[in-house]
């Protein structure tokens, strides 16, 4: 074993579910390399301290320059606004540190191909954070998907939908100021890039966006609550997405419905550990879908607990992610999913924004 010490940008809910990945991955996983809590940086001083403490750092700074340059630091996580994302991870690989950045892939499409150029000349192991395509249950859908178990798919449904800001009285914040921090920038990247994994590449799509609540105490909103998506992949299904941040009921309501030419599946994250199967066998009075519980024969499952039906929870799927992203390090090869399919779902996010603007189908080759 080999100890790798850790970087951690961003102290809040993200940085602190990375510093708990980084601490329970060797023993989940017996990970090759071990890392070592070595540098938290957050937005001041005082915070940076509290973080260090709470979470096990060596040490803390307020300045993320300080970190990326510290020769005790090996290995960088991004978990700090959108905004800060491109100058970060371009200071990491001119150095010739491996970066992990949370998604979206910077603040806009501009950004993120600057940042797939500075992974692509460093060399450098790079991986984007998209945690909920990582359970065991949507794991194993995408294998499901590549033994045709569900034949040729025809048709995909998704959707990222929460009601954090689905009432209108919520004042206005951080979430509702500036186009990143929209649900197109905010929610719509993780289930795209879903669809991406389970069904392949976007060929075409017709978008609409919009904000419900365009005024909240004590300000205005200037970025989109809920914006949907009907889709022509490249390999000729047919789908739709919609994202929401208004959906009034829903918690965390990362969801999707497959259906192909001797199948389908369907699967709620707010059910994260239940998978649901149908395949055209048997006589028809005995067919229907099957509730699958994930447990030890399911992939990623077993390193967490031993009993199935017991279930894996949100802070798992971010040690798996730990996982790859050691991985990455200890084989010099990047692991899916990279800063180029970070790339490639800001790539869409731009189209649909495009598309609602011309209320036209775009073609995502042309972005």
Same mark, same amino acid.
């Given at each position: 074993?080999?100890?790798?010490?850790?970087?951690?940008?961003?102290?809040?809910?993200?940085?602190?579910?990375?510093?708990?990945?980084?601490? =329970?991955?060797?023993?989940?996983?017996?990970?090759?390399?071990?890392?070592?809590?070595?540098?938290?940086?957050?937005?001041?001083?005082?915070?940076?301290?509290?973080?260090?403490?709470?979470?096990?750092?060596?040490?803390?700074?307020?300045?993320?320059?300080?970190?990326? =340059?510290?020769?005790?630091?090996?290995?960088?996580?991004?978990?700090?606004?959108? %905004?800060?994302?491109?100058?970060?991870?371009?200071?990491?690989?001119?150095?010739?540190?491996?970066?992990?950045?949370?998604?979206?892939?910077?603040?806009?499409?501009?950004?993120?191909?600057?940042?797939?150029?500075?992974?692509?000349?460093?060399?450098?192991?790079?991986?984007?954070?998209?945690?909920?395509?990582?359970?065991?249950?949507?794991?194993?859908?995408?294998?499901?998907?590549?033994?045709?178990?569900?034949?040729?798919?025809?048709?995909?449904?998704?959707?990222?939908?929460?009601?954090?800001?689905?009432?209108?009285?919520?004042?206005?914040?951080?979430?509702?100021?500036?186009?990143?921090?929209?649900?197109?920038?905010?929610?719509?990247?993780?289930?795209?890039?879903?669809?991406?994994?389970?069904?392949?590449?976007?060929?075409?799509?017709?978008?609409?966006?919009?904000?419900?609540?365009?005024?909240?105490?004590?300000?205005?909103?200037?970025?989109?609550?809920?914006?949907?998506?009907?889709?022509?992949?490249?390999?000729?299904?047919?789908?739709?997405?919609?994202?929401?941040?208004?959906?009034?009921?829903?918690?965390?309501?990362?969801?999707?419905?497959?259906?192909?030419?001797?199948?389908?599946?369907?699967?709620?994250?707010?059910?994260?550990?239940?998978?649901?199967?149908?395949?055209?066998?048997?006589?028809?009075?005995?067919?229907?879908?099957?509730?699958?519980?994930?447990?030890?024969?399911?992939?990623?499952?077993?390193?967490?607990?031993?009993?199935?039906?017991?279930?894996?929870?949100?802070?798992?799927?971010?040690?798996?992610?730990?996982?790859?992203?050691?991985?990455?390090?200890?084989?010099?090869?990047?692991?899916?999913?990279?800063?180029?399919?970070?790339?490639?779902?800001?790539?869409?996010?731009?189209?649909?924004?495009?598309?609602?603007? %011309?209320?036209?189908?775009?073609?995502?080759?042309?972005?």
């Amino acid at each position: 074993m080999s100890e790798i010490r850790i970087g951690i940008i961003g102290g809040g809910y993200m940085g602190k579910a990375h510093a708990v990945a980084m601490a =329970s991955v060797g023993a989940v996983f017996d990970t090759a390399l071990r890392p070592r809590l070595e540098m938290i940086c957050a937005s001041s001083e005082t915070s940076a301290e509290r973080y260090r403490k709470s979470y096990g750092f060596a040490r803390a700074t307020a300045d993320w320059h300080v970190l990326v =340059s510290d020769q005790n630091v090996d290995a960088i996580v991004i978990a700090s606004p959108q %905004s800060t994302h491109r100058a970060i991870a371009e200071a990491a690989f001119e150095l010739g540190k491996p970066v992990f950045c949370e998604k979206p892939l910077g603040a806009s499409l501009e950004d993120s191909a600057a940042m797939v150029a500075a992974a692509e000349a460093s060399g450098q192991p790079n991986m984007v954070g998209f945690n909920y395509i990582r359970t065991p249950a949507s794991h194993y859908a995408r294998q499901l998907i590549e033994d045709g178990a569900i034949g040729d798919i025809t048709w995909f449904r998704g959707e990222h939908t929460e009601d954090f800001l689905a009432d209108p009285e919520t004042p206005a914040n951080w979430r509702t100021d500036g186009q990143a921090n929209g649900t197109m920038g905010d929610l719509a990247p993780h289930m795209i890039n879903g669809a991406l994994a389970l069904v392949g590449p976007f060929q075409s799509i017709l978008a609409e966006i919009e904000t419900v609540h365009s005024t909240r105490p004590g300000g205005t909103v200037n970025n989109d609550d809920q914006g949907q998506m009907m889709v022509r992949f490249a390999r000729g299904a047919m789908g739709h997405l919609f994202f929401s941040r208004v959906a009034t009921g829903r918690k965390m309501g990362y969801a999707y419905e497959i259906t192909g030419t001797k199948g389908a599946i369907r699967f709620d994250q707010e059910d994260q550990n239940a998978l649901w199967l149908y395949r055209m066998v048997g006589p028809e009075a005995e067919r229907g879908f099957t509730k699958i519980l994930t447990g030890p024969a399911h992939p990623d499952y077993e390193p967490f607990c031993q009993g199935p039906g017991h279930g894996t929870g949100y802070q798992d799927q971010i040690i798996i992610e730990a996982r790859d992203f050691l991985k990455a390090i200890e084989t010099g090869q990047s692991v899916w999913p990279t800063f180029a399919d970070g790339h490639e779902v800001n790539r869409i996010i731009a189209a649909a924004h495009a598309s609602s603007s %011309s209320k036209s189908w775009r073609d995502i080759t042309s972005f």
